[in-house]
């Protein structure tokens, strides 16, 4: 993967990120968003803003989004536990289709 798309990719995750919040790659192609103190629906929100941004790149191959969100303490209550239920609801979004997984390169795991 080029390292100007990586860095897109970056920078979009710090713009939709506050102060508090820590963005980091996870993997070769995963990323994780750590929002604390913000409720699942405000991390649902930032997800769909970073899955819509990075959908628009106009490089190729086409990219899609997919994005799992887990919260504390219903989701997990160590870093791990959330980063798991993270995972099993990005896997469970892109079974149903809603991040156009065709050519799915980026992964967005937000934890809360």
Do not use: Q
Not at 13 to 34: M, N, Q, W
Not at 53 to 65: G, I, Q, T
Not at 75 to 86: F, I, M, P, Q, V
Not at 88 to 99: S, V
Request: proline content about 5%.
């Amino acid at each position: 993967m080029a390292a100007a798309r990586w860095f897109a990719w970056e920078k979009t995750l710090k713009h939709h990120s506050r102060a508090i919040d820590t963005p980091a790659r996870y993997g070769g192609d995963e990323f994780a968003l750590v929002l604390p103190e913000a409720p699942k629906e405000i991390a649902s929100r930032v997800a769909g803003r970073i899955r819509e941004r990075l959908s628009m790149e106009n490089e190729e191959p086409a990219l899609s989004v997919s994005a799992g969100i887990a919260a504390y303490p219903e989701d997990g209550d160590s870093a791990e536990k959330l980063l798991g239920a993270a995972d099993r609801a990005l896997y469970r979004m892109k079974r149903r289709g809603n991040g156009n997984p065709i050519n799915s390169i980026t992964r967005i795991a937000a934890c809360l």
